[in-house]
T-cell receptor, first 112, second 115 residues
Framework: DVKVTQSSRYLVKRTGEKVFLECVQD?????MFWYRQDPGLGLRLIYF???????EKGDIPEGYSVSREKKERFSLILESASTNQTSMYLC???????????FGPGTRLTVT | GESVGLHLPTLSVQEGDNSIINCAYS??????FIWYKQESGKGPQFIID?????DKRQGQRVTVLLNKTVKHLSLQIAATQPGDSAVYFC??????????????FGKGTKLSVKP
């Protein structure tokens, strides 16, 4: 059974803190994605990666960075959390030759 | 702006009835479309997909219809059950340059099934 896991389901952080969101997939997928999901705005792509050590900006990369040191792990980093980064964060992965993305359960981040 | 949108943000149906969720897309170059279901507190799950060389594809209780002429996509759920209550997203591929595997998602339609 394919699986994408995220390190936390719920997270509460203070403004200015550095936040790490971890995502791991066990399907040997080449592609990995980070989205945020907000009411009325749908899923918006933050960053994606097609290979280890590679990263590409999505539609809303400002205030975020990513790291992909191993194929199975894709980390999203909020260098200095702000209240407008309170959101649901979803990680996804897909095979190199497929559009079908498999999603993790999401991390609901609250920044106070 | 977002190229994938939905006609109805919410849909309420009676258990046992058929549901139809609609989606409009604007990128005529898109050649792959996918529907996801997202239950409360969970990540989106794949339902069904369709390529642009088809106009209809059927799964278990679900059918996706693609009308390229008017750039319209629909998801039909037969004999809707309470377990079908969720938010449904359509998505289209971008399919160019370095974004070969990327999808653009619609905002979603919430389906509520009344017992």
């Amino acid at each position: 059974d394919v699986k994408v896991t995220q390190s936390s389901r719920y997270l509460v952080k203070r403004t200015g803190e550095k936040v790490f969101l971890e995502c791991v997939q066990d399907m040997d997928h080449e592609n990995m994605f980070w989205y945020r999901q907000d009411p009325g705005l749908g899923l918006r792509l933050i960053y994606f990666s097609y290979d280890v050590k590679m990263k590409e900006k999505g539609d809303i990369p400002e205030g975020y960075s990513v790291s992909r040191e191993k194929k199975e792990r894709f980390s999203l980093i909020l260098e200095s959390a702000s209240t407008n980064q309170t959101s649901m964060y979803l990680c996804a992965s897909s095979k190199a030759d497929s559009y079908e993305q498999y999603f993790g359960p999401g991390t609901r981040l609250t920044v106070t | 702006g977002e190229s994938v949108g939905l006609h109805l943000p919410t849909l309420s149906v009676q258990e046992g009835d058929n549901s139809i969720i609609n989606c409009a897309y604007s990128n005529s170059a898109s050649d792959y479309f996918i529907w996801y279901k997202q239950e409360s507190g969970k990540g989106p799950q794949f339902i069904i997909d369709i390529r642009s060389n088809m106009d209809k594809r059927q799964g278990q209780r679900v059918t996706v219809l693609l009308n390229k002429t008017v750039k319209h996509l629909s998801l039909q759920i037969a004999a809707t059950q309470p377990g079908d209550s969720a938010v449904y997203f359509c998505a289209e591929n971008i399919g160019y340059g370095g974004s070969q595997g990327n999808l653009i998602f619609g905002k979603g339609t919430k389906l509520s099934v009344k017992p």
